[in-house]
């Protein structure tokens, strides 16, 4: 599998400037300007999720993979109440200002789904194509609580094989994997930090998703209601974020969004298996030319 370009961007927010980094994998058919999908990941993830995914769309894509502010290599922010979708949303914008395309493809994982979401329902919005992984307008209380169990309280480990361990456990709703499938989710949720690993993110982004969830649950169907671009939902058959009442709605209303779900499969699918790959690949080919 051939490496992504690092770059970053410079963003704007109440407390100041932030860089985010962001992952380019470049078009391999050498298409003088191909078009461009953005890939955004879940709540404590990076942008190399994508790598499987990424690495087989750039064979006609352009594909961006951004690491959102906190994760990955982009900067921590100086005030964690900014770790939220207006943040988010206002961060990819200025990403796809810098990216300078009109319209682009967008794949969004759980978090990722709900910025592209709230992008895609924008009057003038540059989303073409929208797929929604594993999240809706309406998020099961069961899920959200059992993220909140674990978001930053993840420990450190003396050896990589430990992380490793400790992502199937949290990870074990991405599905059955073989190790190379654990390890490509784990290499970059993980960073050495002096004999330790730790994870590649912000703890302080559990703050602001457990004044949300304190909040109660959020009614979305205005935004979903307002999106008019192609949109593929795909789901965990077992998923306790998005659950099949949600999913089925999503099919009769807003902008009908076919319903693409994968057994043995919780939260979220890891586009890593090659059905998954498949299913994406399918329907940027019928929606996004």
Known sequence: MSEPEARTVTCASPAG????????????????????????????????????????????????????????RSDRLANSALYAIPQYLADCVTLIARLDVERLAWVGTSMGGLIGMSLASLSANPIAALVLNDVGPVLSAEGLSRIGDYVGKAPSFDSYEACVAYTRAIAAGFGPHDDSGWDLLARHYWVRDGSRWRVHYDPRIAEPFATAGAAGPMNLWPLFDAIQCPTLVMRGERSDLLDPVTARAMTGRGPRARLLEFEGVGHAPSLIPEPQIAAVEHFLKESFR
């Open 17 to 72: 400037l932030h860089r985010i980094g962001y992952w380019e994998w470049q078009c391999a058919s050498g298409e003088a300007d191909p078009p461009v999908v953005l890939c955004v990941h879940g709540l404590t993830r990076n942008g190399r999720d994508f790598d499987a995914l990424a690495a087989r769309l750039a064979a006609r894509y352009r594909v961006i993979c951004p690491d959102m502010a906190g994760r990955g």
